[in-house]
């Protein structure tokens, strides 16, 4: 069974920066900002937008919602989605499951239903003796859930399945490795600049001066 100490706890000052980031990149993501709008709250309303410059302990803000076997099954699950190779870390090398356990434990009113589905889904692998499956067997278990989200993606556990995927992948492609792993360079200083790339002058009818 995997020891979840090998995956240290990420800063949550971190974690914040990294929601508002991936809020951008997660696909068909339908939460809203982290900037609460007013009549947006519901209910009593969830407090002031944390500080993103402050330092949070434990206990601070909201409290995470992962049990110590849930968290374990994430770090799993993460790295079957995102396993390392040759040039690339795994998922959970780069805490994407300490983000996850962010994302749903935030108050905002996107996250709620995102909250539902991932624990639905943990309790539905729980049932299965997910932890203690062989990595062949894990994989299988993911492989049937996939083949569900293909036949109907609105359909449990498929759907838990394609949200905890989108998840994962949104996480993991907002972190330094991750843009690194799809060749985004960001904004880096240009040593030289020599103009457009002839093959590209040449596909657009132009010449180069």
Same mark, same amino acid.
């Given at each position: 069974?995997?020891? #979840? &100490?090998?995956?240290?706890?990420?800063?949550?000052?971190?974690?914040?920066?990294?929601? +508002?980031?991936?809020?951008?990149?997660?696909?068909?993501?339908?939460?809203? =900002?982290?900037?609460?709008?007013?009549?947006?709250?519901?209910?009593?309303? %969830?407090?002031?937008?944390?500080?993103?410059?402050?330092?949070?302990? /434990?206990?601070?803000?909201?409290?995470?919602?992962?049990?110590?076997? @849930?968290?374990?099954?994430?770090?799993?699950? *993460?790295?079957?989605?995102?396993?390392?190779?040759?040039?690339?870390? =795994?998922? +959970? #090398?780069?805490?994407?499951?300490?983000?996850?356990?962010?994302?749903? =434990?935030?108050?905002?009113?996107? @996250? !709620?239903?995102?909250?539902?589905?991932?624990?639905?889904?943990? !309790?539905?692998?729980?049932?299965?003796?997910?932890?203690?499956?062989?990595?062949?067997?894990?994989?299988?278990? *993911?492989?049937?859930?996939?083949?569900?989200?293909? !036949?109907?993606?609105?359909?449990?556990?498929? +759907?838990?399945?394609?949200?905890?995927?989108?998840?994962?992948?949104?996480? %993991? %492609?907002?972190?330094?490795?991750?843009? !690194?792993?799809?060749? %985004? $360079?960001?904004?880096?200083?240009?040593?030289?600049?020599?103009?457009?790339?002839?093959?590209?002058?040449? $596909?657009?009818?132009? +010449? /180069? &001066?």
């Amino acid at each position: 069974m995997i020891d #979840s &100490e090998d995956r240290p706890r990420i800063n949550r000052r971190v974690a914040l920066q990294w929601i +508002s980031a991936a809020t951008a990149s997660i696909p068909f993501l339908e939460t809203k =900002s982290l900037a609460a709008k007013p009549g947006e709250t519901g209910g009593g309303g %969830y407090g002031p937008d944390p500080d993103m410059i402050k330092t949070y302990q /434990p206990g601070d803000l909201w409290p995470l919602t992962f049990s110590e076997s @849930q968290r374990k099954q994430v770090i799993i699950l *993460c790295d079957i989605i995102i396993p390392a190779d040759d040039t690339s870390p =795994s998922a +959970s #090398s780069v805490g994407v499951h300490d983000f996850i356990d962010e994302w749903i =434990s935030s108050p905002y009113p996107g @996250q !709620k239903s995102d909250r539902n589905l991932i624990l639905k889904g943990l !309790k539905h692998l729980e049932s299965e003796n997910f932890l203690n499956k062989s990595a062949e067997q894990q994989l299988a278990l *993911c492989t049937d859930m996939a083949i569900a989200a293909k !036949k109907n993606r609105k359909e449990f556990p498929g +759907s838990f399945f394609l949200r905890l995927r989108d998840l994962i992948a949104g996480g %993991y %492609y907002t972190t330094p490795p991750g843009m !690194k792993d799809i060749g %985004y $360079r960001g904004n880096m200083a240009m040593t030289e600049w020599n103009g457009p790339p002839p093959e590209v002058l040449e $596909r657009l009818g132009l +010449s /180069p &001066e």
